[in-house]
C-alpha cells in the first residue's frame, strides 16, 4: 500500500504529438481514484505511464517515496487489470494467478495459499483447474481480478476492465470491485470513459480532456460545482443543457439574472433541475415545445425546443407526467440551479 | 452445397472416388511391383495382385541394399533422410521463431530493414544460389555430413514471415501482462509466446520435415560417400544403372519404404496441423 504521486507527467510522441499535456496529481494511500474523460483524452496513456507500459517523457511518478520513473512494471509494486483481460490462454486459471508469484521467486506452499484465498474472495475456486476459454466473460474479469489481487501489490491499476461485459453484469462487477477495495484499502486508479462507473465507483475523479486535468475531486463535488463546460456536459447523463444568458434574460420577465458573476454568457442547467411544475424558490419560466418523449420506466426524458430558439434541450421527471407530443411546456428553473459559465474561455465563472 | 439430393450424392461420390483412384493407383501398382520378382513387371502384363516375394525383397532392401547398383541399405538412407529431414525442419523452426520474435517484439534500429532481407531471401532458394553455397560448404570442410546437409537449407524466410504474421494477431496486453507478472523477454517468450504458438509450429514441422525429406538436388551435390546417401538419392541411384535390366521390385520397395516417415508425420499431426492452419485461438 502506497501513495502515488504524479509531477508534471507529460508524454510526447514521436513528431510531437503530445498525447499527456503536464499532470499533476497526488492519490493518497488507499483511496480510489477514477480517471474518465472522452477517447483520445490521453487517460490510458497516462495509466499505463504509471504501469510502465508507456515510458515518461517528462516529469516524475512517485509510488510510495520512491521515483519508479525508469523502473520495470514488475519492479514497480503495481498490479493491472486490462480490458481485454489478458489471461494466457495456454495456462489453468491457477496458472494465471500463480504466474506473477511464481517469476517473484514464491514458494509453492505460500504460492498455493494466496491462490486459494483469492480465489475465494472472487468466488472462482471451482474453475481453478480450467482454462480462460472454457469461462464466461464475467468469470474471465474475476480470474484477471484474481491475478492482480494474489500479489498483495501496493497499486492497482485498471484499465477499463468492465467495458467488454453485458450492461447487467457491468453493474453487479462494479459493485463487487468497490467492495473489494474498500475491503483490501489498497491505492487504486481506475480508468473509464463512462462516466456513471466513475461517478460510483471513485473516491475521487480527475475528469481529463485532450490530455489535461480539467477538474479533480469528489464525484458529488464534480457534478455540483463543474469547474467548466467540458465537465459539465461530461459528467451526468442526459447532458447539462446549456443556455445562452441573452436568450434567458429576453424571455424571463424576472431580474434574476443581473447578480450572476461577471463574465457569465452561458448557464448550464441539468436536465433534472428543469420542473414542470414552479417551485417554491425564486425561479425562472421559460417556454418550450415539446418535440419527444422518452418513458423509461422509473423517469421520463422530455427532449423540448425552447420557443422562439432552437435550442435542442433535454429535462428529466420522475413518473410520466400527462404530455403529449407537440404540446407547449412551461418549465420552471430554480435560480440557484443555475451554473454560471463563461463560453469563451468555457469556464465557469465566479469562482 | 447443401442440396441433398441422391443423384447429386452418387454423383459427388463418383467424382470422389475417381480422384482416390487417380492419386492411390500408381502408389498401389509401386506397392505391388516390390511384392513380385525381378523380372515380372518387365514381361508385358503388369500384375495387379500382390505376389510372395514381399519379405525377400523387403528384408533385402532394408539389410544389405543392392550393391551391384551402389546403393547402401535403406535402413541407412532412411535414417539420413530422417536425420536430415528433422534437422532441417527443427532448425528452421527455431531460426525462424526467434527472428520473427525478436521483429515483431523488440524495438531497435534497421528492425524493418532487417525484416526486408530476411523476406527478399525468399527470391534465392538453394537451386538460384547453388554454386556459391556449394563453394562455401566445400570450402568449411562441410561435404559429406550432416552439417553440410542441413545447414544451407535450414534459413527460411517463409516460416519467419508465418511467425511474424502469426505474432501480430497475439494480443500486446498478453505481453504487458507478462511484464507486470515479472516475466523478461526471454521468459515471456518461453512461457507464453512459445505454447500459444504451438499449433503453428506443429503446422510448419510437416510442412518443412517434408521438404526437407524430399530434398534431391543438394544432397546430390555435397554427399559423395555412401554413408551419408538419403532415400531420394538412393532412389534415383537404383534407377540409373542404364545397363541392366532395371529391378523394379527392389526400386518399387525402396519407393513403398520412403513414403513411410512422412506419412507418418503426416498422420502423426494430421489434428495439429489443421488446426494450425486454420484457427486462430486466443
Same mark, same amino acid.
Given at each position: 500500500?502506497?501513495?502515488?504521486?504524479?509531477?508534471?507527467?507529460?508524454?510526447?510522441? &514521436?513528431?510531437?504529438?503530445?498525447?499527456?499535456?503536464?499532470?499533476?496529481?497526488?492519490?493518497?494511500?488507499?483511496?480510489?481514484?477514477?480517471?474518465?474523460?472522452?477517447?483520445?483524452?490521453?487517460?490510458?496513456?497516462?495509466?499505463?505511464?504509471?504501469?510502465?507500459?508507456?515510458?515518461?517523457?517528462?516529469?516524475?511518478?512517485?509510488?510510495?517515496?520512491?521515483?519508479?520513473? /525508469?523502473?520495470?512494471?514488475?519492479?514497480?509494486?503495481?498490479?493491472?487489470?486490462?480490458?481485454?483481460? &489478458?489471461?494466457?490462454?495456454?495456462?489453468?486459471?491457477?496458472?494465471?494467478?500463480?504466474?506473477?508469484?511464481?517469476?517473484?521467486?514464491?514458494?509453492?506452499?505460500?504460492?498455493?495459499?494466496?491462490?486459494?484465498?483469492?480465489?475465494?474472495?472472487?468466488?472462482?475456486?471451482?474453475?481453478?483447474?480450467?482454462?480462460?476459454?472454457?469461462?464466461?466473460?464475467?468469470?474471465?474479469?474475476?480470474?484477471?481480478?484474481?491475478?492482480?489481487?494474489?500479489?498483495?501489490?501496493? &497499486?492497482?491499476?485498471?484499465?477499463?476492465?468492465?467495458?467488454?461485459?453485458?450492461?447487467?453484469?457491468?453493474?453487479?462487477?462494479?459493485?463487487?470491485?468497490?467492495?473489494?477495495?474498500?475491503?483490501?484499502?489498497?491505492? @487504486?486508479?481506475?480508468?473509464?470513459?463512462?462516466?456513471?462507473?466513475?461517478?460510483?465507483?471513485?473516491?475521487?475523479?480527475?475528469?481529463?480532456?485532450?490530455?489535461?486535468?480539467?477538474?479533480?475531486?469528489?464525484?458529488?463535488?464534480?457534478?455540483?460545482?463543474?469547474?467548466?463546460?467540458?465537465?459539465? @456536459?461530461?459528467?451526468?447523463?442526459?447532458?447539462?443543457?446549456?443556455?445562452?444568458?441573452?436568450?434567458?434574460?429576453?424571455?424571463?420577465?424576472?431580474?434574476?439574472?443581473?447578480?450572476?458573476?461577471?463574465?457569465? /454568457?452561458?448557464?448550464?442547467?441539468?436536465?433534472?433541475?428543469?420542473?414542470?411544475?414552479?417551485?417554491?424558490?425564486?425561479?425562472?419560466?421559460?417556454?418550450?415545445?415539446?418535440?419527444?418523449?422518452?418513458?423509461?420506466?422509473?423517469?421520463?426524458?422530455?427532449?423540448?425546443?425552447?420557443?422562439?430558439?432552437?435550442?435542442?434541450?433535454?429535462?428529466?421527471?420522475?413518473?410520466?407526467?400527462?404530455?403529449?407530443?407537440?404540446?407547449?411546456?412551461?418549465?420552471?428553473? &430554480?435560480?440557484?440551479?443555475?451554473?454560471?459559465?463563461?463560453?469563451?474561455?468555457?469556464?465557469?465563472?465566479?469562482? | 452445397?447443401?442440396?441433398?439430393?441422391?443423384?447429386?450424392?452418387?454423383?459427388?461420390?463418383?467424382?470422389?472416388?475417381?480422384?482416390?483412384?487417380?492419386?492411390?493407383?500408381?502408389?498401389?501398382?509401386?506397392?505391388?511391383?516390390?511384392?513380385?520378382?525381378?523380372?515380372?513387371? *518387365?514381361?508385358? *502384363? #503388369?500384375?495387379?495382385?500382390?505376389?510372395?516375394? =514381399?519379405?525377400?525383397?523387403?528384408?533385402?532392401?532394408?539389410?544389405?541394399?543392392?550393391?551391384?547398383?551402389?546403393?547402401?541399405?535403406?535402413?541407412?538412407?532412411?535414417?539420413?533422410?530422417?536425420?536430415?529431414?528433422?534437422?532441417?525442419?527443427?532448425?528452421?523452426?527455431?531460426?525462424?521463431?526467434?527472428?520473427?520474435?525478436?521483429?515483431?517484439?523488440?524495438?531497435?534500429?534497421?528492425?524493418?530493414?532487417?525484416?526486408?532481407?530476411?523476406?527478399?531471401?525468399?527470391?534465392?532458394?538453394?537451386?538460384?544460389? #547453388?554454386?556459391?553455397?556449394?563453394?562455401?560448404?566445400?570450402?568449411?570442410?562441410?561435404?559429406?555430413?550432416?552439417?553440410?546437409?542441413?545447414?544451407?537449407?535450414?534459413?527460411?524466410?517463409?516460416?519467419?514471415?508465418?511467425?511474424?504474421?502469426?505474432?501480430?494477431?497475439?494480443?500486446?496486453?498478453?505481453?504487458?501482462?507478462?511484464? *507486470?507478472? +515479472?516475466?523478461?523477454?526471454?521468459? =515471456?517468450?518461453?512461457?507464453?509466446?512459445?505454447?500459444?504458438?504451438?499449433?503453428?509450429?506443429?503446422?510448419?514441422?510437416?510442412?518443412? =520435415?517434408?521438404?526437407?525429406?524430399?530434398?534431391?538436388?543438394?544432397?546430390?551435390?555435397?554427399?559423395?560417400?555412401?554413408?551419408?546417401?538419403? #532415400?531420394?538419392?538412393?532412389?534415383?541411384?537404383?534407377?540409373?544403372?542404364?545397363?541392366?535390366?532395371?529391378?523394379?521390385?527392389?526400386?518399387?520397395?525402396? *519407393?513403398?519404404?520412403?513414403?513411410?516417415?512422412?506419412?507418418?508425420?503426416?498422420?502423426?499431426?494430421?489434428?495439429?496441423?489443421?488446426? +494450425?492452419?486454420?484457427?486462430?485461438?486466443?
Amino acid at each position: 500500500m502506497a501513495s502515488i504521486t504524479l509531477e508534471g507527467l507529460k508524454k510526447t510522441y &514521436a513528431g510531437d504529438v503530445q498525447a499527456v499535456k503536464g499532470v499533476d496529481l497526488a492519490i493518497k494511500d488507499g483511496e480510489f481514484v477514477v480517471l474518465v474523460g472522452p477517447s483520445g483524452c490521453g487517460k490510458s496513456t497516462l495509466l499505463r505511464m504509471v504501469a510502465g507500459l508507456e515510458t515518461i517523457s517528462d516529469g516524475t511518478l512517485k509510488i510510495g517515496d520512491r521515483v519508479v520513473n /525508469d523502473l520495470e512494471p514488475a519492479e514497480r509494486d503495481i498490479a493491472m487489470v486490462f480490458q481485454n483481460y &489478458a489471461l494466457y490462454p495456454h495456462m489453468t486459471v491457477y496458472n494465471n494467478l500463480a504466474y506473477g508469484l511464481k517469476n517473484r521467486g514464491f514458494k509453492k506452499p505460500e504460492i498455493e495459499e494466496r491462490v486459494r484465498h483469492a480465489a475465494r474472495m472472487l468466488e472462482i475456486e471451482e474453475f481453478l483447474t480450467r482454462k480462460p476459454r472454457q469461462l464466461s466473460g464475467g468469470q474471465r474479469q474475476r480470474v484477471a481480478m484474481g491475478r492482480a489481487l494474489v500479489r498483495e501489490p501496493a &497499486a492497482f491499476l485498471f484499465d477499463e476492465p468492465l467495458s467488454n461485459l453485458d450492461a447487467k453484469l457491468r453493474v453487479q462487477m462494479r459493485v463487487e470491485i468497490k467492495q473489494l477495495q474498500r475491503r483490501l484499502k489498497t491505492t @487504486s486508479l481506475y480508468v473509464t470513459h463512462d462516466q456513471l462507473e466513475a461517478m460510483t465507483l471513485g473516491d475521487r475523479l480527475v475528469v481529463l480532456n485532450a490530455g489535461q486535468i480539467e477538474q479533480v475531486g469528489t464525484p458529488m463535488e464534480i457534478y455540483a460545482r463543474p469547474a467548466s463546460m467540458f465537465v459539465a @456536459s461530461f459528467i451526468g447523463s442526459p447532458a447539462m443543457n446549456m443556455v445562452p444568458v441573452e436568450y434567458l434574460a429576453t424571455r424571463s420577465t424576472e431580474s434574476l439574472l443581473d447578480d450572476l458573476p461577471a463574465g457569465t /454568457d452561458v448557464v448550464g442547467i441539468r436536465p433534472d433541475d428543469m420542473h414542470l411544475t414552479p417551485p417554491s424558490t425564486p425561479h425562472l419560466v421559460v417556454e418550450s415545445t415539446l418535440a419527444l418523449f422518452e418513458a423509461a420506466g422509473a423517469e421520463s426524458h422530455l427532449y423540448v425546443r425552447l420557443s422562439e430558439s432552437d435550442q435542442p434541450t433535454v429535462i428529466r421527471v420522475s413518473g410520466q407526467p400527462p404530455v403529449r407530443e407537440g404540446e407547449t411546456l412551461r418549465l420552471y428553473v &430554480a435560480r440557484e440551479a443555475l451554473h454560471p459559465f463563461d463560453s469563451a474561455s468555457g469556464k465557469r465563472t465566479g469562482g | 452445397m447443401v442440396e441433398n439430393r441422391r443423384f447429386l450424392n452418387v454423383l459427388t461420390h463418383l467424382v470422389l472416388i475417381i480422384g482416390v483412384l487417380v492419386v492411390a493407383f500408381p502408389v498401389y501398382v509401386a506397392f505391388i511391383a516390390s511384392t513380385h520378382e525381378a523380372g515380372a513387371f *518387365v514381361r508385358g *502384363v #503388369i500384375p495387379l495382385t500382390p505376389g510372395d516375394h =514381399f519379405w525377400a525383397t523387403y528384408s533385402q532392401m532394408l539389410g544389405s541394399g543392392w550393391q551391384v547398383a551402389g546403393a547402401p541399405p535403406v535402413w541407412l538412407m532412411l535414417a539420413n533422410s530422417t536425420i536430415m529431414a528433422l534437422a532441417i525442419a527443427f532448425g528452421k523452426i527455431t531460426i525462424s521463431i526467434l527472428s520473427a520474435f525478436a521483429i515483431v517484439y523488440f524495438r531497435f534500429r534497421f528492425r524493418l530493414l532487417a525484416f526486408w532481407i530476411i523476406f527478399i531471401t525468399l527470391m534465392l532458394p538453394v537451386e538460384v544460389r #547453388i554454386i556459391p553455397t556449394y563453394a562455401v560448404v566445400a570450402n568449411l570442410g562441410m561435404l559429406n555430413s550432416y552439417a553440410g546437409l542441413t545447414l544451407p537449407l535450414i534459413a527460411s524466410a517463409t516460416a519467419t514471415f508465418l511467425f511474424r504474421q502469426f505474432f501480430m494477431t497475439v494480443p500486446e496486453e498478453l505481453m504487458e501482462a507478462s511484464r *507486470v507478472d +515479472g516475466a523478461g523477454p526471454m521468459k =515471456f517468450f518461453k512461457d507464453i509466446l512459445l505454447p500459444v504458438s504451438i499449433t503453428n509450429i506443429a503446422a510448419l514441422f510437416v510442412i518443412m =520435415f517434408i521438404y526437407g525429406w524430399v530434398q534431391y538436388l543438394w544432397p546430390l551435390l555435397v554427399t559423395t560417400q555412401e554413408d551419408f546417401y538419403t #532415400i531420394v538419392l538412393g532412389i534415383k541411384r537404383l534407377m540409373a544403372s542404364s545397363d541392366r535390366v532395371p529391378a523394379w521390385n527392389l526400386i518399387m520397395a525402396t *519407393v513403398t519404404l520412403a513414403m513411410v516417415p512422412p506419412v507418418m508425420v503426416v498422420l502423426l499431426m494430421q489434428k495439429l496441423f489443421v488446426k +494450425g492452419l486454420t484457427e486462430t485461438e486466443k
